[in-house]
């Protein structure tokens, strides 16, 4: 089953300990992208990355980092958590075609408390 | 900083009406667009694509572009209980380094 897999689903973690939040896709796809939803404000971009060793930032990338080293997965990394990332993310695909046709995956509930 | 608006809602129509969600955008340079629907705590999911100006339709959706006026809209035929949901309007922008932009979206609610 074609899918975009995102662990963990849910975290309840406390400010400063480091955190990665993993996404795999079986698609193959070559674009895939972090996003953040926050009631009133959508889902606004963190990074995403076009290919292997491509990254680049989106509209919110601070106090995050990415790494893309295999085509399949897309790790999200918060080296030192605060509150105001506590937030509901998502991971997405693209065959890379058209990178506005996304494949996203279930979502990751983080709290920071 | 580039722009996609929507009325958050919420959006009520009765069953087997036409429900019609609008969106603009602020870029220009923006190229495709496109309709997501979200149930509550699940994720987003596309259900329209649209590239050029005019209107396109898939079953009971029909997705239209004013490139000029930097409007587009998804109409719902026929509309459902089932099709109670968030739909978030998302702008692609090539000229932006692969961006995709979404709305806030528009929450609708189909009565039975």
């Known amino acids: 089953e074609a899918q975009v897999t995102q662990n963990p689903r849910y975290l309840i973690t406390v400010t400063g300990k480091k955190l990665t939040v993993t996404c795999s896709q079986n698609?193959?796809?070559?674009?895939m992208s972090w996003y953040r939803q926050d009631p009133g404000l959508g889902l606004r971009q963190i990074y995403y990355?076009?290919?292997?060793?491509?990254?680049d930032k989106g509209d919110v990338p601070e106090g995050y980092k990415v790494s893309r080293k295999e085509k399949r997965n897309f790790p999200l990394i918060l080296e030192s958590p605060s509150p105001n990332q506590t937030s509901l993310y998502f991971c997405?695909?693209?065959?890379?075609?058209?990178?506005?046709?996304?494949?996203f995956g279930e979502g990751s509930r983080l709290t920071v408390l | 900083q580039k722009e996609v608006e929507q009325n958050s809602g919420p959006l009520s129509v009765p069953e087997g009406a036409i429900a019609s969600l609008n969106c603009t955008y602020s870029?220009?340079?923006?190229?495709?667009f496109f309709w997501y629907r979200q149930y509550s705590g699940k994720s987003p999911e596309l259900i329209m694509s649209?590239?050029?100006?005019g209107d396109k339709e898939d079953g009971r959706f029909t997705a239209q572009l004013n490139k000029a006026s930097q409007y587009v809209s998804l109409l719902i035929r026929d509309s459902q209980p089932s099709d109670s949901a968030t739909y978030l309007c998302?702008?692609?922008?090539?000229?932006?380094?692969?961006?995709?932009?979404f709305g806030a979206g528009t929450r609708l609610f189909v009565k039975a």
């Open positions: 997405a695909s693209s065959p890379g075609a058209n990178t506005g046709e996304l494949f």
């Open positions: 998302a702008v692609n922008d090539r000229n932006g380094g692969f961006k995709t932009i």
């Open positions: 649209i590239y050029s100006n």
């Open positions: 870029d220009r340079g923006s190229q495709s």
């Open positions: 990355s076009m290919n292997v060793e491509v990254t």
């Open positions: 698609m193959n796809h070559e674009y």
